[in-house]
């Protein structure tokens, strides 16, 4: 993805998404809507945001000054965590308004906005590449070299020590989330587990705008803190009595793990070399992210066996083992400020780059 020109990415990737939605309205209309068309439709979509996705941020650097990283990560999280929340709240009462299929009419219109917004993006520097034309076959052995590249690059740097966090944090909430309505159950009712959910997402919102105002801590502390916080706060929901209290201790928790979220993107596009920016945020969303199926398989398993509420709060315990392993590894024990780290103090000099 490296290769390719950022905001054709962008713009292509936009233009995908809008199409395929808009098939299901146009299949509506035309009386020929089943369930297998949108099942075959939504994983399309969802598999072309997958490259949208370490694309906008790889893109960041390029049109932000090193400075206004956090900033800017903070706003891009904020603007993700915040839709997410809100259209996640209205989600039944839009459908009960304008009904499925004209939701889906406005959410092409979101992403032909998206297009035209793309496409007044102005990219310093040179974009284009002139590459000679190659086959099917030789660009899939290409894509194969170039993300074997990119795990090489990772797995030799810091960054394969960042993978603790996320990977750990990704893992707990799948094992939580797949407990979670249990939980709910034996705590209230439907809406406890609404609140919940709103709990979630409100916490990461809340952390990704007050992530400007953590820069100025040594990030290899302030991970350590953040992790033992939310740990702290999310054992303590379980155990208080109050429903209202619980919901809103769940909350907190989720606010340090918003706020290291965005300074550890913030830090990854400053320490990486921009060719390969997109590959690392690549590899790390797919590493990480693929801890969370593990995590609601095993959380599932465990639920089961032991009941939802221990679970649930058993989650807890993974956050904090991430906060023990920062402490323990030196690496990340002494990260200074994020934007005081040195590239080539973590396996991320020139060097590094030029024999991956």
Do not use: C
Not at 150 to 165: D, E, L, P, Q, T
Not at 192 to 197: D, H
């Amino acid at each position: 993805m490296d290769r390719w020109e950022l905001k054709k990415t962008l713009i292509v990737t936009q233009v995908i998404e809008l199409l395929f939605i808009l098939l299901i309205p146009v299949f509506y209309y035309a009386g020929i809507l089943n369930v297998t068309v949108v099942l075959v439709v939504m994983p399309i979509v969802a598999f072309a945001s997958q490259f949208s996705f370490p694309a906008e941020r790889a893109a960041l650097p390029s049109i932000l000054e090193p400075d206004e990283l956090v900033k800017g990560n903070s706003a891009f999280s904020f603007a993700y965590q915040g839709l997410d929340l809100v259209f996640s709240g209205l989600a039944g009462i839009l459908v009960a308004m304008f009904g499925a299929v004209t939701l889906y009419l406005i959410d092409s219109l979101t992403f032909a906005i998206a297009v035209l917004l793309f496409a007044t993006l102005q990219f310093p520097g040179k974009q284009k590449t002139h590459e000679p034309k190659m086959s099917v076959r030789e660009n899939v052995k290409k894509y194969g070299r170039d993300l074997k590249e990119g795990f090489r690059f990772v797995m030799g740097s810091i960054i394969a020590k960042f993978f603790i966090g996320a990977v750990g944090a990704n893992f707990t909430f799948g094992a939580a989330m797949a407990v979670l309505p249990a939980y709910a159950d034996v705590r209230g009712d439907a809406s406890f587990y609404g609140y919940m959910m709103a709990a979630l997402s409100g916490g990461f919102l809340v952390g990704a705008l007050l992530s400007p105002y953590a820069e100025k801590f040594s990030f290899g502390k302030m991970g350590i803190a953040a992790y033992s916080l939310s740990a702290f706060s999310w054992v303590a929901s379980v155990f208080v009595p109050w429903n209202i209290l619980s919901i809103m201790l769940f909350g907190a928790a989720t606010i340090p793990i918003g706020v290291t979220e965005v300074l550890l993107a913030a830090v990854i596009q400053r320490i990486v070399p921009q060719r390969l920016l997109a590959r690392t945020f690549s590899v790390m969303t797919s590493v990480s992210t693929s801890a969370m199926p593990l995590g609601a398989l095993i959380g599932g398993a465990v639920g089961a066996k032991i009941g939802s509420v221990a679970t649930f709060g058993a989650a807890a315990f993974g956050i904090l083992l991430v906060s023990v392993v920062w402490f323990l590894v030196k690496d990340l024990r002494e990260l200074p400020k994020s934007n005081e780290i040195d590239p080539g103090k973590y396996g991320l000099s020139e060097q590094n780059e030029a024999g991956v």
